[in-house]
């Protein structure tokens, strides 16, 4: 028999939360719309009383998405309950996550709070959640760090409270796979009422082992699992949602467990929050690096081509990656655009297809060869990203090894184009200084990378940014096939998020 394990996704607030990874209300929708293609069970959508972005993108994510069911988190506090109900109120399956330490050492440096004031904390917290839902999901932090006789008792009581799912987190990511199994394996025999809650676990990569104790936990009975996209978190991260649900999936004679992932939309999702972020994964990255179906030494490629399975345990099909080809050019019309779209993953609206259309045209006069992951990074830069307080208008520029650079800029804010120009020691120096006078901004460029998406001196070139300003840090992305272009898209799009950060700054 194979038992379906419940995805938790948890990439809008833990995910969300780590440095660099900050999303505004429209990024998140676009990114749980994707979510729900993948058929994750639960969205986890943010922190409400942390700050009114994130109160406002949980109450959007939940209004707008019925499937899933929708999850945002509190502290024990009534306050932080109460906000992150009002949030949730609208969400078809609304689940209250409730928080608090359980370890000695968070009780005594962190709550200043005896282990008996923790536990009524906990209770009071369930029942008042209760009383708004009936999904009340349990978290002890620091759970792997407690001692397990008190851990057990603050979990049977708050079952009896009416907590109907207890989560185990291994906050710091501090154990060890089989440690962690045989924690879950005590909790089962150790908590009387067991049965009237789910058990779900929550892990950290601190010491890279987030999925393995994940997998121990599910081979003792968890059956729900808490991780992110691409794995990304908090410090090391979170155990990543692909490595799990493809790990079952491919072992499902070892785990005898599966998920309701839809695998095919694991890469897709896995771009757009890339793409979002603006940070990459790393090329070897288990299942969604580029390198993680690539076969360099000839003998593996010798077996690959004579049987596929000597060396490749699943296949790039699974995980909805299709060989990279050449799709359209510019003869290719609206029809077979459509169509593409459709296969690479992206269902638009006529309006949004028209927009994309016209990009794709533009690039295919530049560019001989269109392929998928150009058609991709225009609907990224073109329709994923939000109109924001700023949008370039025009830019030129004048360089070369006698002239000194200059850049003329048009930016339009809040309906008015503002016109500058500027040098710089480098054309993108005097792009990036004349666009931080239009904005008034003094912001520092802490990070500047350029990429290309595909190959051939014709490329799309992808510009990321990472930019501070009053200790906050942003990243920006651009995409064009003229990098001084890109950057300037970049530079814009980071000033945009940086708006956004002040306007909703976190408050905890
Ligand atoms: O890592 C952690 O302990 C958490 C809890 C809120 C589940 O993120
Ligand atoms: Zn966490």
Same mark, same amino acid.
């Given at each position: 028999?194979?038992?379906?394990?419940?995805?938790?996704?948890?990439?809008?607030?833990?995910?969300?939360?780590?440095?660099?990874?900050?999303?505004?209300?429209?990024?998140?929708?676009?990114?749980?719309?994707?979510?729900?293609?993948?058929?994750?069970?639960?969205?986890?959508?943010?922190?409400?009383?942390?700050?009114?972005?994130?109160?406002? +993108?949980?109450? =959007?994510?939940?209004?707008?998405?019925? /499937? !899933?069911?929708?999850? *945002?988190? $509190?502290? #024990?506090?009534?306050?932080?309950?109460?906000?992150?109900?009002?949030?949730?109120?609208?969400?078809?399956?609304?689940?209250?996550?409730?928080?608090?330490?359980?370890?000695?050492?968070?009780?005594?440096?962190?709550?200043?709070? +005896?282990?008996? =004031?923790?536990?009524?904390?906990?209770? /009071? !917290?369930?029942?008042? *959640?209760? $009383?708004? #839902?009936?999904?009340?999901?349990?978290?002890?932090?620091?759970?792997?760090?407690?001692?397990?006789?008190?851990?057990?008792?603050?979990?049977?009581?708050?079952?009896?409270?009416?907590?109907?799912?207890?989560?185990?987190?291994?906050?710091?990511?501090?154990?060890?796979?089989?440690?962690?199994?045989?924690?879950?394996?005590?909790?089962?025999?150790?908590?009387?009422?067991?049965?009237?809650?789910?058990?779900?676990?929550?892990?950290?990569?601190?010491?890279?082992?987030?999925?393995?104790?994940?997998?121990?936990?599910?081979?003792?009975?968890?059956?729900?699992?808490?991780?992110?996209?691409?794995?990304?978190?908090?410090?090391?991260?979170?155990?990543?949602?692909?490595?799990?649900?493809?790990?079952?999936?491919?072992?499902?004679?070892?785990?005898?467990?599966?998920?309701?992932?839809?695998?095919?939309?694991?890469?897709?999702?896995?771009?757009?929050?890339?793409?979002?972020?603006?940070?990459?994964?790393?090329?070897?990255?288990?299942?969604?690096?580029?390198?993680?179906?690539?076969?360099?030494?000839?003998?593996?490629?010798?077996?690959?081509?004579?049987?596929?399975?000597?060396?490749?345990?699943?296949?790039?099909?699974?995980?909805?990656?299709?060989?990279?080809?050449?799709?359209?050019?510019?003869?290719?019309?609206?029809?077979?655009?459509?169509?593409?779209?459709?296969?690479?993953?992206?269902?638009?609206?006529?309006?949004?297809?028209?927009?994309?259309?016209k990009r794709f045209k533009e690039l295919a006069d530049k560019k001989k060869e269109v392929f998928d992951e150009d058609i991709e990074a225009i609907i990224i830069d073109e329709i994923l990203r939000i109109p924001d307080t700023y949008r370039l208008v025009y830019l030129n520029v004048i360089s070369g090894s006698v002239t000194v650079p200059v850049a003329t800029v048009q930016i339009e804010i809040e309906g008015e184009v503002i016109q500058e120009a500027g040098f710089g020691s480098g054309p993108i120096d005097a792009v990036f200084k004349t666009i931080s006078k239009i904005a008034k901004t003094d912001c520092k460029l802490i990070r500047y990378a350029v990429n290309s998406i595909t190959g051939g001196t014709d490329a799309l070139g992808e510009v990321t940014v990472r930019l501070e300003e009053g200790g906050i840090q942003v990243i920006g992305q651009g995409a064009d096939t003229d990098i001084i272009m890109?950057?300037?898209?970049?530079?814009?799009?980071?000033?945009?998020?940086?708006?956004?950060?002040?306007?909703?700054?976190?408050?905890?």
């Open positions: 028999m194979t038992d379906i394990i419940e995805i938790f996704d948890t990439t809008l607030r833990d995910g969300e939360q780590s440095p660099g990874f900050s999303m505004n209300v429209g990024e998140k929708i676009r990114l749980a719309k994707q979510l729900e293609k993948l058929n994750v069970d639960i969205i986890e959508a943010g922190f409400p009383i942390s700050s009114k972005g994130d109160f406002e +993108s949980v109450k =959007e994510i939940a209004r707008k998405f019925r /499937k !899933a069911k929708i999850a *945002a988190l $509190a502290r #024990t506090d009534i306050r932080d309950i109460d906000r992150a109900w009002e949030a949730l109120k609208s969400a078809e399956n609304p689940i209250i996550h409730i928080v608090i330490a359980t370890s000695d050492l968070h009780l005594k440096y962190k709550l200043m709070k +005896s282990r008996g =004031e923790v536990l009524d904390a906990a209770v /009071k !917290a369930v029942k008042h *959640a209760k $009383a708004y #839902t009936p999904f009340v999901e349990f978290s002890a932090e620091d759970a792997t760090r407690s001692n397990v006789d008190y851990l057990c008792k603050v979990f049977q009581a708050v079952i009896d409270a009416g907590a109907t799912i207890i989560n185990i987190p291994d906050t710091v990511g501090y154990s060890m796979p089989d440690e962690f199994g045989s924690l879950i394996k005590n909790i089962r025999e150790g908590v009387k009422n067991i049965d009237k809650s789910v058990i779900s676990v929550h892990c950290h990569n601190d010491l890279g082992l987030a999925v393995a104790n994940t997998l121990a936990a599910i081979k003792n009975g968890a059956r729900r699992v808490e991780c992110t996209v691409n794995g990304i978190g908090e410090r090391a991260g979170n155990a990543s949602l692909e490595e799990i649900v493809m790990a079952l999936r491919t072992r499902r004679d070892f785990h005898r467990c599966d998920t309701n992932i839809h695998t095919e939309h694991i890469y897709n999702t896995s771009r757009l929050l890339t793409h979002i972020t603006g940070i990459g994964v790393q090329p070897n990255k288990a299942i969604v690096g580029n390198n993680a179906f690539a076969h360099e030494a000839g003998i593996h490629q010798d077996g690959v081509l004579k049987e596929r399975t000597t060396y490749e345990i699943m296949t790039p099909q699974s995980i909805g990656v299709f060989q990279s080809t050449l799709v359209l050019g510019k003869h290719s019309g609206r029809h077979a655009f459509r169509e593409r779209l459709r296969e690479i993953g992206y269902e638009l609206s006529e309006e949004n297809i028209n927009i994309a259309f890109a950057s300037a898209k970049a530079f814009v799009n980071a000033l945009n998020r940086l708006d956004y950060r002040k306007k909703h700054p976190i408050v905890i």
